[in-house]
């Protein structure tokens, strides 16, 4: 067996190009290892490739997953079509919310924790069956940024008021995903900037009502699209009144 300290050192020797494909495959064993011993369906999402790999547990044929295995998007459309739209942006409000609490937590506690949330999902046999989703995320410890997300879709195993929590896996404290999560999301500028291009002001406009450089508007403008992981102005208003960041 290879010594720790030498293992290191190949490790951290390895380009990134390298380290990212044996991170991959560790990742990719550690779900499917996890969709067999609990039977759930295990989606393994890329963040550098902006793929996802569906591994079929035993659950999936309650979903009629079996046999998806590979889609060009990290945002599993495959499982969100079995979703309603207001599920669905439920869903990804939920992910958005855990992302950016964990980016606040100290790097040390993040493996820690995990998205727990409740799903509804409309079976090929027209059945609609409650889902446990977990999600946990894959960090990259040199460049501290997330390689990867691992959700498990599994029946619900038991009942729990609210929708979605942060949970700490190693004491069991769960935090609700409610709108008081929202001061990670944006910041209060942020949030200023957002709510004066939700009425229809132009960037020299919210520059000069907020005494600062068109640049420096610009700059908050792209910093909510990435954030609230959207394409344009209008999504960014519209997503941001469903979390009720506005």
């Not at 039977?39 to 079996?66: C, H, P, Q, Y």
């Amino acid at each position: 067996m290879e010594r720790p300290l030498k293992q290191l050192d190949r490790l951290l020797r390895q380009s990134p190009a390298e380290r990212h494909e044996n991170l991959f495959e560790a990742a990719m064993a550690q779900a499917r290892s996890l969709a067999t011993l609990e039977n759930v369906v295990a989606v393994i999402s890329d963040m550098t490739r902006n793929e996802s790999r569906i591994i079929a547990g035993g659950f999936a044929k309650t979903l009629g997953l079996d046999g998806y295995e590979h889609e060009n998007s990290i945002w599993e459309s495959r499982i969100l079509s079995m979703m309603t739209e207001e599920q669905q942006e439920a869903k990804v409000i939920a992910e958005l919310r855990f992302y950016h609490l964990m980016r606040h937590l100290p790097k040390a506690r993040r493996q820690q924790h995990c998205l727990i949330s409740r799903l509804r999902m409309h079976t090929p046999d027209d059945r609609w069956v409650d889902v446990m989703h977990r999600m946990y995320y894959v960090h990259d410890t040199v460049c501290d940024n997330v390689l990867y997300a691992i959700c498990l879709y599994g029946p619900m195993m038991f009942d729990f008021k609210g929708s979605s929590y942060m949970v700490d896996m190693t004491t069991g404290i769960r935090e609700e995903l409610s709108a008081e999560a929202n001061g990670a999301v944006l910041s209060r500028r942020e949030r200023q900037v957002l709510s004066l291009i939700d009425e229809g002001m132009k960037s020299v406009e919210i520059a000069r009502r907020l005494n600062i450089s068109v640049h420096t508007v610009s700059r908050h403008r792209q910093e909510i699209l990435a954030k609230l992981q959207v394409k344009n102005s209008i999504e960014a208003c519209r997503r941001a009144k469903a979390m009720k960041l506005i």
